[in-house]
């Protein structure tokens, strides 16, 4: 069972480092070329792919926080994942008076310090198939290797994939995840 495991990882690392573009690669995320010398925010603003995403990390007053020197790592769920909530969420959420609720979901989203894809699969691989990442907000995910992908599971037993890994920032990495993470 342990080779097993280790086969897993052997492939889950694989997988990941040919998916995920070198230091020195231009990554393209939402149409947009992602800068390794800029910041979370500063790329994220040119990502069509990212534009929920962008309004609620303002009208939560997350801004200077994902500006600051970090490092941080962020699952970052794409327009899709947001539009895949029920109808009004969003809506609801990006109201001032929520602004509290969409910080702590959004922080649920960023763990301290630069997880890239090497850390997430040794994590893994050390957790027996399993690495629990501890967020900002204080909650927890769940990171598994699934058919050569990552699956980050929240507290709720949600799940998302890792589409895009390892879009590096001057202040961390970004990880493209295809569903909104949820904390209990």
Known sequence: MQTKHQLASIGLALALSLSAAPSFAQVVVGGA??????DIIDNAVNSKDHTTLVA????????DTLKGPGPFTVFAP???AFAALPAGTVDTLLKPENKAMLSGI???HVVAGKVDAAALTKAITEGGGKATLKTVAGGNLTAMASGGKVMVT?????SATVTVADVYQSNGVIHVVDKVLLPK
């Open 33 to 38: 070329p992602m800068l390794a010398s800029k």
């Open 56 to 63: 609620a990390v303002k009208a939560a007053g997350l801004v």
């Open 78 to 80: 794409t327009n899709a």
């Open 106 to 108: 959004l922080t649920y």
């Open 154 to 158: 929240d507290e709720k037993g949600g």
